[in-house]
């Protein structure tokens, strides 16, 4: 693949109060050709009977990814830019650890392929120097892919985030995810 094009200094951004719910995402994502036409991202109901509020679910890319490490095919590898693959077809045996294992809740067994599938940051997009599918159509900002600089400049009142505490457990990723202005870390328990 031809890698001239990949810039290192874009990061992909995920601004939660932004989501709208209107899944443009999702569809952009199922019209990856390395899909398999199945999205990747998932947009879920925070309390469907209470608020509108969305969330979208995407792979966070870990610097240390737990899926990859708790994978006994050694199906699930990471590239030297820190975009975490989708499991090998070759390799995967569907035992789905690496489902159970990632504190995000991102990789999802398609048992109609005995296979897990995750979001691989449309790295056949990413790697030519184009932006993720869902990033290029969420009409409201809530994914964005670009610099730092960038999404600082249009949001001087958030703070991208990429380091997680799960209990004692700190994950650091490649995805990021606004918060209020001052913020390092986001603690989940």
Known sequence: MNLTNYNKNEEFFVD????????????ACAECETNGQESMIHVNYVEREVTIQTTVQV???????????????DAISQDEFGVVHTANTERCIG????????????????????????????YDRTSV??????????????LFYGTREQIEEMRPNSTPVN???????RVNTKVNIMMPKGSSELRIF
């Open 16 to 27: 939660l109060q932004r989501c709208i719910g209107c899944k443009a995402c999702e569809m």
């Open 59 to 73: 792979c966070m890319h870990c610097e240390d990814p737990v899926c990859a490490n708790v994978c006994p095919a």
């Open 95 to 122: 035992c789905s650890n690496c489902v159970m294992a990632c504190p995000f809740g991102v990789p999802k067994k398609m048992e109609e392929y005995d296979l897990m599938m995750k979001c691989t940051m449309c």
């Open 129 to 142: 120097g184009k932006k993720p599918m869902c990033a290029t159509v969420c009409p409201s900002g809530a």
């Open 163 to 169: 380091s997680f505490v799960f209990g004692k457990e």
